[in-house]
């Protein structure tokens, strides 16, 4: 239940490897045992279903449905793999959410960093003002706004297009996100600043040029954040799109498996399309998976300032 | 002020692209910065929180011009609708489920996936995966493993000769269920808590051991106040999260059997974007929307009243 | 007869654009030159498909015809939205629900004159007269046309009854008798109910019910499913809820909350001997091939036949750019397409009876000749019952009936609260939402 020592006084570091071996000690055998098949429950907790669904979506559409079950199917049904993306129109529906994360992610990170920015480095007045009003807004729910915008896009004619997915991320849509980088640019010694100034640079260049190189893992961290939770969206663009060819992944995906007029849906090809559906993220996590950690691990042992 | 470089034959810039050294152009150059988040302030915070509320004393389809009724969406949501006060209850169960089991199994978790084992960066990494997976992925994947005839989960029960369930059909387990789901992605919480458990000095352990403290001990006088900021920032989130859970209860049971897992979130996505051609009732969900926003920040408020008594925060500066 | 339309089509619009009307919000404003007439349906999509190949067919010189593209599961919400973004396509299928709350908000034209004094064979007259009735609106306006009738009925899977020794359901069976076999059908060859009747259970349940009390002899649960005055649970429909709630209790009928989305699949696999379910399977039952023998009955009843009764059709929004050219692709969906669409894919006979001759060779094509025997019964029945209130405060009613009825159906709740359920089903009806 404790970490064994490593070294003095290290700065945040997420788990690495493990140290020289120790001398074991007889209950360790029972520790160890009890450690690796709890591990084992763990992992196949998480992993199973995910197994379970590759077999499904190898079966044919009526296999599905044979009562007993069979874990395994009998006829492997690869051209699901290719048929449920057709019938779903995958690739459309990934190109729409790949257009729509990216934009995004863009905006929102690129937003909540000039503001952090702005809010920890710059004097003027109203500072602490804007930071906790925008701190403030983290309390409020996205709930509250539904109706209102749904009502206000509509008038502006942005109902059935991308403009209120993407437009709310470019006008620092996300509190938390000033919230982090501020507490990164907090991090930096102002006599960075004070070179930069000595050098000539105007505000703009010290951002760009200094800072964001400074603030590497904040804005990596926010990008992986932003895209979470773009990909993952499922309300807003359910109730700001409607034609089928603009919606994302998410909402398309759901759509296909709910049933109308009793005509059950077809879990195989849902299934073999899940698993694409699954792939976009899994890259971006495995390709950052150190920033991710290291990210979330500020936002755990920051001191509130 | 001056312009003058010190200490050199350096060039000073003036006025590049509008921002120069001294102070009044700071608060130029801040206010630029800031100027979209400030925007998107006044658009996404201020507006919706004064016209949701004007819009919840009216009745209002969408179409034609919102009609001012004062009270009475309130009064009909308190007193005559039979949906409203099973969807509190609704909602209050599942906080009450998912909160504490979320934090409990994170901080387990994480407390697991602390220890020096091999493979424990591989355990780590599975647990994180479900968090990493679409969401619609997942829950539309569980919505099928929950299936009672054929699914996942039934399957293995029979198999292990164990009691199954109905699941997201049965009026009993439905939530359960439901929070079942959203448990499957506690890796979120367990890589949280563990920089968090991570971040605790080592000194206080050894101290601990060679004072003879046993594990438990160390766990409540040493891990959790250590940890505690965070718990409680944790807490906040989840529960203000849990509050406005739509995903789950939406596509697993759309409000399942009966009304046991028809949330508030949900009721209020029914009334104000209902489908079938049946007229929205915007006004009316305006009126749940208030209703829950001061849920919200009645739980909020509660929590930060009593972070004194139980947190510890070390205010030593580095 | 098209030549003299098209001619006068073509003149009221000269004269139209001639007197410089704009034409974008006043209904009816008809537009110089070639119009397309945009069509949603929520149709399967190999239904669609052969519905967009009997739309080609139209012939018109001004007219081109385009079939918007619906994921059918989610016309519902497709159908809200547009409806909200003022977009709606010129044609688009609607039920009778949708259609009366629409009409009664001014939002669809009204085709009652169209269809009175039209040309030929399109009239008034040559649709099934109840469904004409039940598409007008309390003063009389139509907002859309019924295309197809909905009959509803048992699905059986004749193998298992076979197999159990029983004798198969047919016209004039009671309900004792389905719930009987149901309870010996229960949890034989991997089922588990007997009997999963989603319209008994579920939001739609009293007024399924009152197909029991009509056929004993006593009233339904409403007078008027889209002018109701009152809602009512007399003696002979507390019998038979309460012959419902024994039947849930002892595990042979489906209880409320099931989740009735896979229910097709599972009939069609045999694990489902018998199911409530509308026509409109048989065509899905055609692509699918289910794996048992399975048959089509009409609903059991008491004494005499009753049925439930619905029609689906097709709505116009009152922005429409040209109403004329509409409604001539209306007249052609009901009269021509069904011809061409039938045939592969019988998803309904149409309320155009004239059209209804391909659907019921379709179907003797395809030996299925149990549902083309229940059609016909159902469509010539002479008690029915309507499926659900149609009115503005409708869903007010579903949760209602999901707080008060559906508890009394799992026997959560004492079959006297059907008493409080009917009298605040009263008091929304009196104060109309």
């Known amino acids: ?305 | 002020m001056s312009t003058v470089s010190r200490g050199g034959l350096r060039r000073t810039r003036r006025n590049r692209g509008g921002m120069s050294r001294n102070a009044g152009s700071d608060v130029k150059a801040a206010y630029l910065f800031i100027a979209p988040a400030i925007i998107g302030f006044t658009v996404f915070v201020v507006y919706p929180l004064i016209r949701s509320f004007y819009l919840s004393l009216t009745k209002y389809n969408g179409l034609t011009d919102p009609v001012f009724v004062g009270l009475s969406n309130f009064r009909r949501l308190f007193t005559v609708d039979p949906a409203f006060w099973p969807s509190l209850r609704a909602t209050a169960y599942l906080v009450l489920l998912y909160v504490p089991l979320s934090l409990i199994l994170g901080l387990a978790l994480a407390m697991f996936c602390n220890q020096r084992f091999a493979g424990v960066r591989l355990v780590r990494t599975l647990a994180y995966l479900p968090v990493v997976l679409p969401a619609i992925a997942t829950i539309t994947l569980w919505k099928f493993i929950m299936n009672p005839q054929v699914g996942l989960l039934n399957t293995i029960l029979e198999r292990l000769h164990l009691p199954t369930s109905l699941w997201l059909q049965s009026p009993a387990m439905s939530m359960p269920s439901v929070v079942l789901v959203m448990l499957w992605g506690v890796g979120g919480t367990m890589i949280i808590f563990l920089a968090a458990l991570q971040a605790v000095p080592n000194e206080l352990y050894e101290a601990a051991r060679v004072d003879g403290a046993g594990a438990w001990s160390v766990f409540v006088r040493i891990t959790l106040p250590m940890i505690s900021p965070i718990m409680l920032l944790q807490v906040i989130l989840q529960t203000t999260a849990a509050l406005q859970t739509f995903n789950q209860p939406k596509i697993l049971t759309n409000g399942g059997p009966g009304f046991s897992t028809n949330v508030l979130m949900l009721s209020i996505y029914n009334n104000g974007f209902p489908n079938l051609g049946r007229i929205p009732q915007l006004g009316y969900a305006s009126a749940q929307v208030w209703v829950l926003f001061i849920l919200i920040i009645a739980v909020i408020a509660l929590t930060a009243k009593f972070t004194s008594l139980w947190t510890y925060s070390d205010n030593t500066p580095d | ?433």
């Open chain 3, 1 to 433: 007869m098209k030549h003299t339309f098209i001619a006068t089509a073509l003149a009221c619009a000269g004269l139209l654009t001639a007197t410089a009307c704009s034409g974008d919000d006043s209904g009816g404003g008809s537009v110089d030159g070639p119009v397309t007439v945009t069509v949603m349906t929520w149709e399967s999509a190999q239904t669609n498909a052969a519905i967009k190949k009997a739309l080609a067919e139209f012939k018109d010189d001004n007219i081109t015809v385009e079939l918007l593209d619906t994921p059918s599961g989610n016309f519902g919400d497709k159908l809200a939205s547009l409806t909200q973004a003022k977009k709606l396509p010129d044609l688009f299928w609607c039920g009778n629900d949708t259609e009366q709350q629409y009409t009664t908000q001014g939002l669809l034209v009204d085709w009652t004159d169209k269809i009175n004094e039209g040309d030929g064979d399109f009239k008034a007259d040559k649709f099934v007269p109840s469904a004409m009735e039940n598409w007008k609106t309390a003063d009389g306006q139509m907002g859309g046309l019924p295309s197809l009738m909905n009959a509803y009925g048992v699905w059986y899977n004749a193998d298992a009854f076979k197999a159990a020794g029983l004798a198969e359901p047919k016209a004039g069976w009671t309900w004792d008798e389905m719930y009987a076999a149901a309870a010996n059908l229960a949890n034989k060859n991997g089922a588990k109910y007997g009997l999963v009747a989603d319209q008994l259970t579920g939001p739609d349940g009293p007024f399924t019910m009152g197909m029991y009390s009509v056929s004993a002899g006593g009233a339904p649960f409403t007078d008027n499913v889209n002018h109701p005055t009152k809602a009512e649970a007399d003696a002979k429909y507390t019998e038979g809820v309460q012959k419902l709630v024994d039947a849930v209790k002892n595990g042979s009928v489906a209880p409320p909350g099931y989740d009735a989305s896979n229910v097709q699949s599972l009939f069609a696999a045999g694990k489902v001997p018998m199911m409530f379910g509308g026509q409109w399977l048989a065509a899905g039952f055609q692509t699918d091939k289910p794996k048992v023998k399975y048959g089509f009955a009409p609903f059991p009843q008491v004494e005499t036949p009753a049925t439930l009764f619905d029609s689906v059709g097709i709505c116009t929004p009152q922005y429409t750019k040209n109403q004329d050219a509409t409604f001539k692709v209306l007249e052609y969906i009901n009269t021509k397409v069904w011809d061409a669409v039938l045939p592969a894919s019988p998803v309904a006979p149409p309320a155009y009876t004239p059209a209804q001759t391909s659907y019921y060779d379709a179907l003797t094509k395809a030996q299925q000749t149990t549902v083309v025997d229940t059609v016909k019964a159902d469509l010539a029945a002479e008690k029915t019952v309507g499926v659900r209130f149609t009115t503005q405060w409708a869903q007010q009613v579903g949760d209602l009936t999901t707080a008060s009825y559906q508890p009394i159906i799992s026997g959560k709740k004492p079959i006297s609260d059907l008493q409080t359920y009917v009298g605040k089903i009263n008091d929304l009806i009196k104060q109309g939402g």
């Open chain 1, 1 to 305: 239940m404790t970490t064994l020592p490593t070294e003095a006084a290290a700065p945040v570091v997420p788990a690495t490897e493990p140290p020289a071996p120790r001398p074991q000690k007889k209950p360790r055998l029972v520790g160890t045992t009890a450690w690796y098949v709890t591990a084992l429950f763990i992992c196949a907790v998480m992993v199973v279903p995910l197994l379970w669904m590759i077999t499904i979506g190898l079966k044919s559409r009526t296999a599905v449905f044979d009562i007993p079950p069979k874990l395994l199917p009998t006829e492997w049904t690869w051209s699901n793999f290719v048929n449920g993306p057709e019938a779903i129109h995958f690739p459309r529906l990934l190109l729409n959410s790949t257009i729509i994360t990216a934009l995004s992610v863009v905006g929102g990170v690129m937003t909540a960093m000039m503001a952090g920015y702005a809010l920890a480095r710059l004097r003027f007045p109203g500072r602490k003002v804007w930071f906790y009003l925008f701190v403030g807004s983290m309390l409020l729910p996205g709930v509250v706004g539904l109706i209102p915008l749904f009502q206000l896009y509509k008038s502006i004619g942005w109902y059935d297009t991308w403009l209120p997915l993407i437009v709310p991320a470019f006008l620092g849509g996300n509190p938390l996100f000033i919230f982090l980088a501020r507490q990164y640019f907090l991090a930096i010694p102002y006599s960075i600043d004070e070179a930069a100034k000595i050098d000539g640079a105007g505000h703009f260049r010290i951002f760009t040029q200094v800072m964001l190189p400074l603030t590497r893992p904040a804005w990596i961290t926010m990008s992986i954040l932003a895209f979470q939770a773009s990909w993952n969206d499922f309300l807003n663009p359910l109730v700001y799109l409607y034609s089928s060819e603009k919606w994302p992944l998410s909402v398309g995906m759901a759509s296909f498996i709910s049933a109308f007029a009793g005509q059950t849906p077809d879990w195989s090809y849902y299934m073999a399309t899940n698993l694409l559906y699954m792939l976009p993220p899994l890259i971006v996590f495995f390709a950052a998976q150190r920033y991710f950690i290291q990210g979330l691990g500020a936002l755990g042992s920051t001191n509130q300032k």
